[in-house]
């Protein structure tokens, strides 16, 4: 009932969606009445003017009145369909707009039965009649008010009708008696709307009741999801540890080799339970980062020294390169960003046969104390298959099985990594070639603690080897501490572990017989457990903490517990505890935290260590260092070698094929030699773009140095173009971008100066993109030809205009619009005369960009070459003039006595 009530009185509008959903579900339904009462108003004003009206003859005025009221329908119509364009905000107006307008078409129907009956003494109610038709169905929104007022009206007109005689006028045809039926009838049509609202709210509720069932779900399922992996790890903490304590016996090589499969096999159970507790995490939305300072080189270090072993192991090169001018100190959540390039560098590890894996770092400052950390993770592994890419970051998702059916992995890594990474607002992009390698390069934004690099940092790898010839890091014989944890299991680890270490050790099962045993005993150190019957290790650590005349108050409590998640890390934090530990502990840790707690006089070196690190080696870092943004282009777009070389330009080779074979554009076949070549009628030849495999292996190779890639390619539009294969080959790498140049030669190359230029101002990929863009609309492309034979050889021109073109001697100038070749204006007479004309005719633009000309030819003398630079200079001043021969490709469309002036314009 208080639901009703509320509703009736205050419409209910919530924001979720299902709200929005229901409530849009019902604006539908008002368009469709207020179209009816448009149709309705229609339909009785043909009527009126074809006068077969249900009352006989229509008076003139009738007829005005349902011209009116069509209009008035229609912007009614329009208002509504305004009013609900933002619904969320206007709706009250909406509503408001309706009731007022109900009001005032009743009162007007009214209004007009009365002045009739005082001007025709005849009270006739078909106007009130149709609007009654009319306004219930545009009301819609608000049912309670149509009751209202069609009770009103209709008593007033029942009245009217009963009571006419009275005042001496001629009752219509239809009796009050009609009327009051019909009342009867528009009020259970609103009740019937009314009752259709109410189911409509009623579903809102059932489905805002839902969904905070589905969070209550959500939050069990956490709850379940870390109980299970405390629970999970407290036996596997039994497993590792006392697995443990057999690598350390002299034991046969047998038993060592099934200690290490049980050691193998508890990290990977361990691996699982992390892997589907964070799954849990993100679905329910409650994944959260902990930021903290931490030291690049220490993580790195960390990380290294976890997985070069792998890679040893399988006889792989492990490769790690890293830039000594990324920050020292950043601030970020440590455990999560080791935990991403572990993931990703243990899949390089483990899909990968023979060859490398390599990890670089680099980084780029931003303002404001923020860098971008860019990991990049190669291999030279099995690789992805194009069409598998897209799936890769899906969760429970191994791609391309068959080949990884003997590799083991659950396909939660990558999705885990995925989200990590868009959680920390970074990226992460995969390069893959089947069966050649993958690289990912991963982004992580982080804010940068202090200044200072990591310089050159020296990375040791230590050996950690199956058989560990175990020896503590130090003994403490006159050291005490306490284990408190409610499991035997457990303490029976504890104490097995760091028996090497002669510290005294005491144990206790839960925090009474803890508090008992510090309020006599002084202890350097207590390890506790979090989750215990009746007092649990927080209160237990409180208690000790404030306990009077308690001997163990200063002493530090580490707590050792199976909550391994954030949260709980957080709460230990809050708490004040010293150290955390989480379980399954190793031996190595558990000696750590205490060395590092204990008071130094009562620790004694052993030094035994230093045989493990027998295989410790300085790992320089590489100083090439991985550029941002790498452009590329192909032989088409005729750049200098002195450009080439001035910016790094790698160019993917368009081919010639000729009749002697198929020869790589200006590496295996020159311009010289195609023209001499092409001089015999009967020889064909034909430019041809690279494969998409040669496009693949190129970019997969320009990556092995840059993280991103820009290609820009000669117009897709031309013949041959090398456009299409590169698109193709770049679908294979979320990293390489191919630009279509629109142009082809140098005015292609136009552009791929300026990108180059772009790149090393430190502009990202996209922003280049967007910038070229425009660019290329600017860039104007053309040659003056001696004729159109070549281009008809290539199939370029029929052999008609080649001809007609020919016989007039006219020499005709090519150009590129919109990316496609057309023959622009022809120049008659002399050789000579064309092309000062042509020149003339280029650089009387007063647009031009007076930085950069190039000057493309083919087979043109020396001589000429001289003469074409006089009448430029004659014309106008560049910065730079560059001289071109254009490459094999380009120059079999053309043929001798071919060049361009090839300029971009002003910005
Ligand atoms: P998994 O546990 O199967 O390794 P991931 O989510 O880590 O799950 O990876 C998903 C899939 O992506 C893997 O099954 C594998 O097919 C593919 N994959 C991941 N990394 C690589 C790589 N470096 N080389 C080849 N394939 C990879």
Redesign the pocket.
């Known amino acids: 009932m208080r639901d009703l009530l509320n509703y009736l009185f205050r419409p209910s509008k919530t924001s979720s969606d299902a709200t929005r959903s229901a409530y849009f579900g019902s604006l539908k339904t008002t368009h469709v009445m207020l179209l009816i009462s448009i149709i309705v108003c229609m339909v009785f004003m043909v009527l009126s003017f074809l006068d077969t009206s249900l009352y006989g003859a229509t008076p003139v005025y009738h007829r005005i009145c349902y011209v009116v009221l069509f209009v008035v329908s229609i912007v009614w119509f329009a208002c509504v369909k305004y009013a609900i364009r933002d619904y969320e905000s206007r709706y009250k107006v909406v509503y408001a707009m309706n009731g007022i307008m109900a009001v005032l078409i009743y009162t007007w129907a009214i209004g007009l039965a009365v002045i009739n009956a005082i001007m025709r003494k005849e009270l006739d109610t078909t106007i009130f009649m149709t609007v009654s038709l009319i306004v219930p169905l545009s009301v819609y929104l608000n049912p309670l008010e149509y009751i209202i007022i069609a009770l009103v009206s209709n008593a007033g007109m029942v009245f009217l009708l009963y009571s006419a005689p009275t005042f001496g006028l001629e009752g219509n045809t239809i009796g009050f008696v009609n009327f009051a039926v019909f009342g009867v009838f528009q009020i259970a049509m609103g009740v019937t709307m009314l009752y259709t609202k109410y189911r409509l709210h009623e579903q809102l509720v059932t489905a805002a009741k839902q969904h905070s069932e589905i969070e209550m779900l959500n939050k069990a399922q956490n709850s379940f999801f870390s109980n299970m992996s405390h629970e999970i790890r407290t036996p596997i903490n039994t497993i590792i540890g006392l697995n443990e304590m057999i690598l350390r016996e002299d034991v046969s090589d047998e038993v060592i080799e099934d200690a290490a499969n049980i050691k193998a096999a508890g990290k990977l159970l361990l691996n699982l339970i992390n892997d589907i507790l964070d799954m849990s995490k993100f679905q329910s939305g409650r994944m959260q980062l902990l930021y903290a300072p931490y030291h690049t080189g220490d993580m790195l270090s960390d990380i290294v020294g976890m997985l070069w072993i792998r890679a040893k192991e399988k006889k792989l090169d492990f490769h790690i390169d890293v830039s000594p001018d990324i920050p020292a100190e950043l601030v970020g959540d440590e455990v999560r960003v080791k935990q991403i390039l572990i ?2 560098l ?3 590890i ?3 046969k023979e060859g490398t894996v390599s990890l670089s770092v680099q980084s780029e400052i931003k303002e404001d104390k923020l860098c971008n950390m860019i990991y990049t ?1 190669s ?1 030279t ?4 298959k194009t069409e ?1 890419i897209p799936y ?2 899906s ?1 429970f ?5 068959n ?2 059916r003997h ?11 995925k989200q990590l990474v868009d959680l920390m607002g970074g990226k992460i992009t995969v390069n ?1 070639v089947y069966t050649k ?2 690289t ?1 390069i991963i982004e992580i934004p982080q804010r940068v603690e202090r200044e200072g690099r990591v310089g050159e940092y020296n990375f040791t790898k230590t050996n950690a080897s199956k058989k560990s010839e175990y020896a503590p890091k130090f003994e403490a014989p006159e050291a005490r501490i306490l284990v408190v944890d409610d499991n035997e299991a457990n303490l029976m680890v504890v104490s097995k572990l760091l028996r090497g270490t002669k510290v005294r050790i005491d144990t206790v099962t839960n925090g009474a017989d803890a508090l008992k045993k510090t309020l006599n005993i002084k202890y350097d150190v207590i390890f506790m457990d979090h989750l215990m019957p009746e007092m649990d290790g927080i209160e237990c650590k409180r208690k000790i903490k404030d306990q009077t005349g308690g001997r163990c108050r200063d002493t530090h409590i580490v707590i050792l517990t199976a909550n391994a998640d954030e949260e709980n890390r957080a709460l230990y934090a809050r708490e004040g505890f010293d150290g955390y530990l989480p379980k399954p502990v190793s031996g190595d840790e558990l000696e750590n935290e205490l060395y590092s707690y204990l008071p130094k006089e009562l620790v004694h070196i052993t030094g035994n260590r230093t045989d493990l690190a027998e295989e410790t080696i300085s790992w320089m870092q590489g100083n090439k260092k991985r550029r941002s943004v790498v452009i590329t282009t192909e032989s088409v777009a005729d750049l200098p070698d002195e450009v080439l070389a001035k910016y790094g330009i790698e160019v993917l080779p368009h081919k010639v094929v000729t009749g002697e074979g198929i020869f790589k554009d200006g590496k295996e076949i020159e311009t010289q030699g195609v023209l001499r070549y092409m001089e015999d009628p009967a020889h064909k030849v034909k430019p041809m773009g690279p494969t998409v495999k040669e496009a693949e292996d190129f970019f997969a190779k320009q990556l092995s140095n840059a993280n991103n890639v820009i290609h820009i390619s000669i117009s897709s539009k031309v013949e041959n173009s090398g456009y299409a294969p590169a698109m193709d080959a770049a679908k294979s790498f979320d990293n390489v971008f191919v630009f279509d140049s629109s142009h082809l030669s140098s005015g292609q190359g136009l552009l791929v100066i300026e990108a180059c230029r772009l790149a090393e101002e430190g502009k990202s990929a996209e922003e280049i993109i967007k910038i070229l863009g425009s660019l290329k609309n600017k860039i104007h492309t053309s040659f003056i030809v001696d004729n159109l034979d070549f281009l008809a050889r290539a199939g370029q021109v029929s052999n008609g205009t080649a001809n007609v073109v020919k016989s007039l001697m006219g020499r005709p100038v090519l150009r590129l619009k919109k990316g496609k070749m057309g023959l622009g204006m022809t120049y008659f007479g002399t050789r000579e005369n064309a092309w000062r004309s042509y020149i003339n005719s280029i650089l009387s633009s007063g647009n031009i960009d007076r930085r950069i000309l190039f000057v493309t030819y083919v087979g043109i003398s020396r001589s000429e070459i001289a003469w074409i630079k006089t009448q430029i200079e004659k014309k106008m001043k560049f910065d730079e003039i560059h001289f071109v021969q254009a490459s094999p490709a380009i120059a079999v469309n053309s043929g001798h006595g071919t060049f361009g002036l090839l300029y971009r314009e002003k910005d």
């Open positions: 993931n990703v243990n899949n390089a483990k899909y990968t993770v291999d592994g099995i690789g992805i598998d890769l970051f969760a998702k191994r791609v391309d099985e080949a990884n590799i083991e992995g659950t396909g939660l890594g990558l999705s885990i990594v893959s390698g993958s990912f």
